[in-house]
């Protein structure tokens, strides 16, 4: 029985999945906002649409504020929006209407538990309608007059069993009552776990001990629940990609992968810290599946403000080059519009390779945590340059950034070879200087001088031999040598055009803005 159980759970690892989509649960809001009860109003919002695309696999949230449940729950408590109690009514709820439209299409359905969710920190009539959080304050990082110095008051301390010993139930409940194909741990949402990262420290040993424990615990459960109904469950876990920081917070992710703790490694959220060759490497040297994690961009403020890093040009390019660093496939977070060509395209490498894409030095750039998490920033070992982090570019000094592509310019094939330039943004914190004389800028890719084209909206172009470029990690130098003193080197991307329509339309991105 053991072997044929281990069989059956390794070819449900090993099952294709182009694109996984996290559904954070908002189609339910948006349809009951609109004042429908119909199961199948608030799957139009979001899944509908995602049928006949490269989407495998979606990830589903009814689980917010630790115990409060948009599904059935006796062991923790049924959230009171409308929609809920409305499919309650009809002896459904929305993670059942999920998991058998999903099944009903040859989609996997995994059921996505947030570690942690601090929304209600800022919004008083969540955390009051919360009673694990009313009845256990002990539990709590702080109070809203006594907050941590890291991470928003109201999150649990998984320090405090009782906070463990509700995850672990209701991970079993889940198990029983729903036929999900597996639980994914969502440490991202939002990240900070303990009380000693909340005051600045890294966590004591006993902490990550506990931490650990909860996996062994939650992995034997989710065994236990699989042999009940002959199929095994699988456990995704979304954590930070760098082992250094998630170990400072509690995640000993390496450990849980040496275990066989977790099945799925989704790195990367808020932030990113390290080359996506770093986490595949890591994840399959132990066996386990990699699925970096493409969350939206939040350079320039709120979700997908900088049109260029929101537009399916750049989810290209940061697909591609996931696909290149060896991923066993893509995952979104944040991205809530099912239209977009891009659910067609991002989920075989081969298709993406003669599309057009819009490489950036920094996408993520530093990354901010919403409600705060232990500082992140010193474990960075990727470019971070944007808008927002320039570089200063004094005369005479020469910058240079990195910028890693999946393009291989000695390897690309067909009648039609791409455009590619290189883009440079250069300010002087006020303003864009596009009226540098072209004599005193030298900007090189790969060691080869360019020849600048025509400046286009604010941004200094230069043509790129299409040879040039190379898979994996490029380096653009930029010397300025005039004589302004306080310049800035604000922003590089690499532009591959293949269809000489590069970036035509662009009417999706306020469709996307309206869906978030």
Known sequence: MNDSYQELKQQMRCRRRRVIVNNDGGDLIKAGDAGTDDPLDFVNVRTTPLLGTHVDTIFYSTHGGHGVCNHKTEVGQVSDHPGVAALIARRTDPLDVMTTYGHEHGLEVFWSMRMNDTHDGSRPERFAANRFKNENPECLLGTPDARPKHGEWSAVDYACEKVRALALALVEEVCRNYDVEGIELDFFRHPVLFKTTAAGLPVTENERRVMTDLLRNIAAAVEREGRKRGRPFLIAARTPDDPDYAATMGLDIEGWMREGLIDLYVPSGYFRLRSWADNVGLGHRHGVLVYPGLSETRVGGGHHADRLRASDECYRARSANAWQAGADGIYLFNLFDPRRRIWHEIGEPQAL????????????????????????????????LNPGAPLALPPGALQTVQIEMAENGLGLQGAKLPAITLQVRIGDGEATATDIPEQELTVMFNGRCLAEASPSN?????????????????????????????????????????????????????RTRARM
Do not use: C
Request: aromatic share 12%; charged share 20%.
């Open 353 to 384: 390779k003669n599309m057009d894409k819009l490489y950036f030095a920094s996408v993520r750039g530093a990354g901010r945590v919403a409600g705060g998490a232990f500082p992140h920033k010193p474990f960075i070992r990727i470019p971070t």
């Open 458 to 510: 604010g941004w200094r172009e230069f043509v790129i031999n299409s040879r040039i470029p190379r898979a994996g990690w490029n380096t653009a130098a930029i010397q300025y040598r005039g004589s302004q003193p306080n310049l800035q080197l604000e922003d590089v991307l690499v532009r591959v055009d293949y269809s000489g329509d590069f970036l035509s339309d662009t009417a999706y991105l306020e």
